[in-house]
C-alpha cells in the first residue's frame, strides 16, 4: 500500500539557516510528489510538484525538492529560511483514481 | 488560479443538529475531496467525488454523507453534530493526475 513517513514531527531552524525536510514514500509506480505548506488556521498550498523529468524541482517561496527512487525519498530544501517560513509542512504522494496520500506533517518553528 | 471556497471559517455547532458545510470550486475539476485535520492524526479522508452525483468513501466516511449535485459544489454533511466532529475541515478539488488546491478550511466546534 502506497504511504508516506515524515520522520521529523517537529523542526527548529535559526533565521537565516538552511533547511532540508525529510519525506520518504512508498508507491509501486513512479510516483506523483507534492509538498504543501500551511500556515496556522489556513488551507494547505502547493510549494512544488513532482511528475518525471528533472529531479530537482524548483517551488515558490524559494523552496526546492530532490525526488531520488534509490532512496524513495523527496526532500523539501530551502538555502536560507526567513521568519514567514514558520509552519506546518506535508508531503503527499499520488494514489490511484487521483487521490493523494498525505504524511504527518512536519512543524517548522524558526528562531530569531 | 483556481479558487476552493468554503463557506465558513469559523462555525459553532449543539450536539445533534444537522450541519452542512459548502464547498465551492471555479475551475472545473472533476475531483473534490473532504479531510478533516486533527493534531497528531494527520489528515483523513472523509469523502470524495469524481464526477457529479458520485461520491466514495474515504477513511472515515461514519457520522458524514455528502452531496454533489453540481461540477462546483460539494457538500459535507453532518447527520447529528456529536462533539467528536470538533475538528478543521478541509475541502479540496483537482484535476485527475494532478496535485490538490485546498480551500482556507472550516473550524467546526460541536458543544
Known amino acids: 500500500a502506497q504511504s508516506v513517513t515524515q520522520p521529523d514531527i517537529h523542526i527548529t531552524v535559526s533565521e537565516g539557516a538552511s533547511l532540508e525536510l525529510r519525506c520518504n514514500y512508498s508507491?509501486?509506480?513512479?510516483?506523483?510528489l507534492f509538498w504543501y505548506v500551511q500556515s496556522p488556521g489556513q488551507g494547505l498550498q502547493l510549494l512544488l510538484k513532482y511528475f518525471s523529468g528533472d529531479t530537482l524541482v524548483q517551488g515558490i517561496k524559494g523552496f526546492e525538492a530532490e525526488f531520488k527512487r534509490s532512496q524513495s525519498s523527496f526532500n523539501l530544501r530551502k538555502p536560507s529560511v526567513h521568519w514567514s517560513d514558520a509552519a506546518e509542512y506535508f508531503c503527499a504522494v499520488g494514489a490511484k483514481g487521483g487521490k493523494l496520500i498525505f504524511g504527518q506533517g512536519t512543524e517548522l518553528s524558526v528562531k530569531p | 488560479d483556481v479558487k476552493v471556497t468554503q463557506s465558513s471559517r469559523y462555525l459553532v455547532k449543539r450536539t445533534g443538529e444537522k450541519v452542512f458545510l459548502e464547498c465551492v470550486q471555479d475551475?472545473?475539476?472533476?475531483?473534490m475531496f473532504w479531510y478533516r485535520q486533527d493534531p497528531g492524526l494527520g489528515l483523513r479522508l472523509i469523502y470524495f467525488s469524481y464526477d457529479v452525483k458520485m461520491k466514495e468513501k474515504g477513511d472515515i466516511p461514519e457520522g458524514y454523507s455528502v452531496s454533489r449535485e453540481k461540477k462546483e459544489r460539494f457538500s459535507l454533511i453532518l447527520e447529528s453534530a456529536s462533539t467528536n466532529q470538533t475538528s478543521m475541515y478541509l475541502c479540496?478539488?483537482?484535476?485527475?493526475?494532478?496535485?490538490?488546491?485546498f480551500g482556507s478550511g472550516t473550524r467546526l466546534t460541536v458543544v
Open positions: 475551475m472545473d475539476h472533476e475531483n
Open positions: 479540496a478539488s483537482s484535476l485527475t493526475g494532478d496535485g490538490y488546491t
Open positions: 508507491y509501486g509506480a513512479t510516483p506523483y
